[in-house]
């Protein structure tokens, strides 16, 4: 454990920044099982926006701070630590630690080469097998990671040349030349409103998990990751059968696929198992969606929420509530 808190100083993923495209990253790779941390500091284009009106689902709107604390809320609910720290550098695992330890202890740091550290301003270290970066206006901590002319630009202004993030170093999915890094921002456009900034977020977290599962084996298109959950009635009939869920899994399997047969086995399984923990039945549904009420208004705040209903909408309710009395 870190000095500073509870969270971990070595993890799955730490995600760099805490605005939409690293909230959503983050809730992403969390619910897929990847112990995450992300850590949010810093320049932040969000808190810029006056009040927040195209979000998809707010027909009014939304204020900034209440979505920052959904957002917040969100990332916790998920098991995700929200840190309030700036990361000030990532380097390699073995890069850190300087030469002389490389030197001495080479198998140690063979096994571990792909790892990152993540150092931050109030003197963290956290090891990561992922980093996403997700903070729009800054990238100079991910600087040594690769050649400085692929991950930075020049542009002029007002004469002064500046050097900037290079938007276009990751791929529109976030995958980048190094092993485990991915950019969920800054990646040009795709962060130009917070609902595609979101949708990025969310984006590049799917892909990273889809590598995670290549390399784990899943072959073709199995490697693809789809946080879905879905009602009961789709697993009635030939779907509630694992076996028909087999026969499928074996159909998917490219001819090419260089798998043995146990370890396709295990797959397999592991892939059912997870199909099957997505069915939800009308009553989990149901009371998931009394606890997402309560879990927003707690997150609002009841006396904001009360202040809100009008006198009309408030008398109308207790009318409503004394009819439904008498009725009875
Ligand atoms: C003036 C203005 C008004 C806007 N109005 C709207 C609007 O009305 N509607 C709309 O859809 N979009 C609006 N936008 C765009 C919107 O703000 C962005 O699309 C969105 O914020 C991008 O989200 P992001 O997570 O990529 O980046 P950011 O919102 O910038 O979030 C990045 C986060 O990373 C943190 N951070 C930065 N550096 C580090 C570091 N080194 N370590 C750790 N954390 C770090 C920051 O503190 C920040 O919280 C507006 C932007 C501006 C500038």
Redesign the pocket.
Known sequence: MTDQGTEPDSTDVVV?????????AAVFTARYGLETV??????????????????LGFPAGIGVDTF?ALMHEHVAEVGADYVA????SVERLGDDEGTDARESEPDAFDADTRRFVVH??DSRRVEADYVVA?????G??LRGLDDDDAMFEEHDHHGEVHEHFDSDYADDDGRTPVEGLYV????GDR????????G??GHVARCLIEDRRRERGFPGDLAAHYDWLRADTEFQGEWGDRDRWREWFESEVPADADLDDERLAELRESYIDRAFDTRRTDHEVETAELRGIRRLVEVIGTERVLDALSDEVLADYLDGRELGGVEQ
């Open positions: 760099v920044g805490g605005g939409p495209s690293g909230c959503a992300v850590f949010d500091r810093g320049n932040a284009a969000f808190r810029r926006c006056a009040y927040l009106k195209n979000y920052t720290d700036m990361v000030v931050t301003q997700a903070a729009w206006y800054d100079d901590y969920a921002a800054p990646s962060n130009a409103q917070v609902g595609i900034a979101a990025q977020g």
